[in-house]
């Protein structure tokens, strides 16, 4: 399953240290509006005059077009081979199609023009870490610490956003959108094309089964993941109703933040000492830690240590995820690849989430041993794919992911 580094074409070209700079400026340039999409766009639907029914419908309109189209955009981008230039093309499409959202007004409309926005952006994520696990695999840049700046830049405008708009009305937040989408389409015009991987081995033109371990481990990521799903939905309501600040509650959020940026800054190194599986096991450990004390409705006193375990929970996984999908795919699959694992943790994230309503209806704080158990069969099943691999043998730090 360990694959030699491909050959980097892309870092020959493109001076490793610039390289460096316009990989960490994607990766932030590309989570920036997306931190102010999370937030603030039900205030924005709000503004056009939708009633909380349709503003819920928005919301998920792109939750359900991202299922069919991350798949088959990674597909598509492994098809035409040029990688940098597939993401310039849908990062064209996202300005235009947000464009049309901040002139959209009827109901009717914002559906539609959301879910063409989602054809384009959300298969983006995915082929993002692609390209650049790819260029982290040629040792032109390091997969975590390009990645960390998307994390920063989602943290900044969560933070910044609320004052600009709040100066600016609701009604701005599309633009501010589209800004942050136009900065992402000018720095990715400097990144490198990657040239096309050295043609496969004959075993390797014909679609054999996925490698079992693979598939485990990716099971294992999205169960991990699916844990955050009920922090997510009911977090902040049940912290506003035991009475904390919205400051505090914000300083809860940003501290998670902060620990998955310090995890993605050093977790390569980690990660060349224990490798992919046995990274994405630690999440899970984490995961079972988090929310088994979380259930108990502690103080905030511990709330902030428990938000620390992000870092893991979330950090660790998904840089796990990313260099697992780099290490088993060949080259020429790596869009694909990336896709369908980020297209697996978002059906699991999705029926987590379906399912979180009910759970807090029911017994409240107390759903979150649920949370806790889908971290800990997380933490086992990547501990059978780390055994089928032979034990994960680690790969040189820096390499990867």
Do not use: C
């Not at 991990?224 to 009475?243: D, I, K």
């Not at 399912?355 to 409240?364: E, K, N």
Request: hydrophobic fraction near 55%; avoid cysteine.
């Amino acid at each position: 399953m360990n694959r030699a580094p491909e050959p980097g074409p892309g870092a020959r070209r493109h001076p490793r240290g610039n390289l460096k700079v316009a990989l960490g400026a994607a990766f932030a340039t590309f989570y920036l509006p997306l931190g102010i999409q999370m937030p603030y766009l039900p205030l924005w639907l709000q503004s056009r005059g939708l009633d909380p029914q349709e503003i819920g419908i928005a919301i998920a309109v792109p939750l359900v077009t991202r299922l069919f189209a991350t798949p088959v955009l990674g597909f598509v981008s492994d098809h035409v081979g040029r990688p940098r230039a597939t993401l310039t093309a849908l990062a064209a499409m996202t300005v235009l199609t947000m464009g049309l959202l901040a002139l959209a007004r009827d109901p009717l409309v914002v559906f539609l023009v959301l879910g063409l926005i989602a054809l384009s952006w959300h298969p983006s994520f995915a082929l993002l870490d692609s390209y650049a696990s790819r260029q982290a695999r040629a040792g032109g840049a390091d997969y975590g610490r390009s990645r960390q700046w998307g994390s920063g830049a989602f943290l900044v405008a969560n933070v910044a956003g609320g004052l600009v708009i709040t100066a600016t009305g609701a009604g701005s937040v599309v633009l501010w959108m589209v800004l942050g989408q136009l900065s992402y389409l000018a720095v990715s015009l400097t990144l490198p094309e990657l040239d096309a991987p050295p043609a496969p081995a004959p075993h390797e033109r014909k679609r054999g089964p996925v490698p079992r371990a693979l598939v485990l481990g990716v099971v294992a990521v999205a169960l991990v993941q699916a844990s955050h799903a009920l922090l997510y939905a009911f977090a902040s309501v049940h912290w506003r109703a035991e009475g904390w600040s919205l400051t505090t509650i914000g300083l809860l959020w940003a501290t998670g933040v902060a620990a998955e940026i310090v995890l993605f800054r050093f977790g390569t190194r980690l990660m060349g000492r224990i490798g992919p599986y046995r990274l994405i096991v630690l999440g899970g450990v984490a995961a079972l830690a988090r929310f088994g004390v979380m259930m108990f409705d502690p103080p905030l006193a511990l709330l902030f240590p428990l938000q620390l375990l992000h870092g893991f929970t979330f950090g660790a996984t998904y840089l796990g995820m990313v260099e697992m999908v780099a290490r088993g795919v060949a080259a020429h699959r790596s869009g694909a690849g990336q896709s369908l694992a980020a297209w697996t943790v978002n059906i699991f994230m999705s029926a987590a989430t379906v399912a979180s309503g009910p759970l807090w209806v029911a017994v409240g704080a107390k759903a979150f041993a649920v949370s806790a158990v889908l971290g800990v069969l997380g933490a086992l099943v990547a501990l059978l794919a780390g055994r089928r691999v032979g034990g994960d043998q680690p790969q040189r730090a820096g390499t990867g992911g």
